[in-house]
């Protein structure tokens, strides 16, 4: 059971480059999010999926597009990548609803740093 | 939308005394409050929630209390341990939700031996 499974770990872009950040997770959750993490800011839900073919945006969206491929995988994609785009991102998942037993799962993180 | 402050940004306390983490939120609404441990360089992981209709929750060493009235919520660690130093995030929903959560900005909390 590997959980929620991101990749790459590591990745270096040029400005106006583009990406694609992995996630796959193996619980069955119905809801997916990515979020972003900077220094000083905490996490920041970036886009969510509450189930397969249905994606909403969170806080801070813009710059970023997603896909959820099936219930396992969703994607976010950088289509030209900025400096303020570096961070760390985390793929997620869930039940949807909060309470014992209902944690957020988060994957390891992606380290992306846009020169 | 919601806005999460968490107070203090850095706290530093000696092995086994106490520490106590602060949260505000602004939406009266908001439902479900869970607090989240990220070691370094790991990926953030649930200790401890609460929902509206309770007023505290302990687990062990770890307790979280809430006052809705305030709109405010609150992290203990008793008996602080070196293996409780990390950051530690609050968060708020609606909907008793872990959908659009939306976190407080951390605290760095470091035991001192």
């Known amino acids: 059971n590997a959980g929620v499974t991101q990749t790459p770990k590591f990745q270096v872009l040029k400005t106006g480059q583009s990406m694609t950040l992995q996630c796959a997770q193996d619980?069955?959750?119905?809801?997916m999010y990515w979020y972003r993490q900077d220094p000083g800011m905490g996490l920041r839900l970036i886009y969510y999926?509450?189930?397969?073919?249905?994606?909403d945006k969170g806080e801070v969206p813009n710059g970023y597009n997603v896909s959820r491929l099936n219930k396992r995988e969703f994607s976010l994609r950088l289509e030209s990548a900025a400096p303020s785009q570096t961070s760390v991102y985390f793929c997620?998942?869930?039940?949807?609803?909060?309470?014992?037993?209902?944690?957020?799962?988060f994957g390891e993180g992606s380290w992306l740093t846009v020169v | 939308g919601e806005n999460v402050e968490q107070h203090p940004s850095t706290l530093s306390v000696q092995e086994g005394d106490s520490a106590v983490i602060k949260c505000t939120y602004s939406d009266s609404a908001s439902n479900y409050f869970p607090w989240y441990k990220q070691e370094l360089g790991k990926r953030p992981q649930l200790i401890i929630d609460?929902?509206?209709?309770?007023g505290e929750k302990k687990d062990q060493r770890i307790a979280v209390t809430l006052n809705k009235t305030a709109k405010h919520f609150s992290l203990h660690i008793t008996e602080t341990q070196p293996e409780d130093s990390a950051v530690y995030f609050c968060?708020?929903?609606?909907?008793?939700?872990?959908?659009?959560?939306?976190f407080g900005t951390g605290t760095r909390l470091t035991i001192i031996p």
């Open positions: 999926s509450a189930s397969e073919g249905t994606t």
């Open positions: 619980m069955n959750h119905n809801s």
């Open positions: 609460i929902r509206s209709n309770v």
């Open positions: 968060a708020a929903s609606l909907n008793f939700g872990n959908e659009k959560l939306t």
């Open positions: 997620a998942s869930s039940h949807p609803t909060g309470g014992p037993g209902n944690t957020i799962y």
